[in-house]
């Protein structure tokens, strides 16, 4: 597997060991940041990278820094610069995870709105090692976050203290991973993932207003399914014991993509294995993001 050789603080290259944050800048006192990770696919018939959906992670981005109030919101075209340079110049010869962060780097109060800085890491992600075999959840008695709290849908490092808990409560408990509710006791997500599950043959996943991550590969999810199967995916509340009626289930996101789930709170979801709509999903999406297939060529952005 190749490594990471170089990173990249505010479009400056250095060695990735050498990268630094003072420890008192807002974006580590008072987690004053924002991040996206985001996937390049290696196509070798064509020996060409994509970043998938960069448009889409960089608009999400940018509303977290508005909402954030930061005092500068990066571009999208010369952000594709900066990435493109730092793929290139870590010269990888398979698929390219990226942590895109942007932070307050100054030394400030807790309002203090800038100077703005940005981190991009170019790193190999092992696969996950669930994706063939499929996953145990377990509810978490953590709920998550609440909107007019701090709000999940846009991808906030303050946000992931709620998520850290939940996961390693998780593990404690003996699950591979959690399903968080939310404060009216609906379902919302999996910590660093979203949630979709299969009830009467049909495709479920909880409302965007069930305090979730404004997801990209959820979309894609829902995307991919209406125009497999011409069904709709239903997007609405969730009960936590519609869980158990479940037929199939599935996690998803930029670094799992998508993680099928076997069993909820030691119930066998269905027949316990992974469901013939999670493998056709599963089929499409790695289609898709690498170009093995013409479909939707505008979410590939070639570097």
């Known amino acids: 597997m190749w490594q990471a050789k170089v990173i990249m603080v ?8 050498e990268a630094r944050v003072h420890p008192l800048s807002l974006g580590m006192a008072y987690a004053t940041t924002v991040f996206e990770g985001l996937r390049a696919y290696y196509n070798p018939a ?27 919101i990066y571009d999208t075209a010369e952000m594709r610069d900066h990435l493109a340079r730092l793929i290139r110049a870590n010269d990888p010869d ?32 092992d696969k996950p090692k669930f994706a063939e075999t499929g996953m145990s959840l377990g509810v978490s008695s953590w709920h998550r976050l609440p909107d007019n709290a701090s709000p999940p849908r846009i991808k906030s490092t303050a946000n992931y203290h709620n ?5 390693l409560q998780a593990k404690a408990d003996g699950y591979d991973g959690a399903l968080m509710l939310t404060a009216a006791g609906k379902v919302s997500e999996a910590p660093i993932a979203c949630f979709f599950m299969v009830r009467d043959g049909r ?10 991550l404004e997801s990209i590969t959820r979309d ?54 992974i469901g013939p709509v999670t493998k056709m999903l599963r089929q499409r999406y790695f289609d898709v993001v690498r170009g093995n297939v013409p479909d939707h060529p505008e979410w590939r952005t070639v570097v």
């Not at 011409?230 to 993509?257: N, P, W």
């Open 94 to 125: 398979d698929d390219v995870y990226i942590r895109l962060l942007a932070y307050i780097e100054g030394i400030g109060l807790m309002a203090t709105t800038g100077p703005v800085g940005f981190t991009a890491a170019a790193m190999p992600r």
């Open 203 to 212: 495709l479920i996943t909880p409302s965007i207003t069930s305090d979730i």
């Open 46 to 72: 064509k020996r060409e990278f994509a970043l998938f959906r960069f448009a889409e992670h960089m608009r999400r981005m940018q509303v977290g820094m508005k909402l954030m109030r930061f005092d500068r």
């Open 10 to 17: 505010n479009g400056e290259l250095m060695p990735f060991a």
């Open 220 to 273: 894609t999810i829902i995307t991919l399914y209406r125009e497999a199967t011409g069904h709709d995916c239903v997007e609405r509340e969730v009960d936590r014991s519609e869980l158990y009626f479940a037929e199939e289930a599935f996690c998803c996101g930029t670094g799992q993509e998508i993680l099928p789930v076997t069993s909820i709170d030691k119930l066998p979801v269905g027949d316990g294995r």
């Open 163 to 167: 998520a850290r808990l939940t996961q």
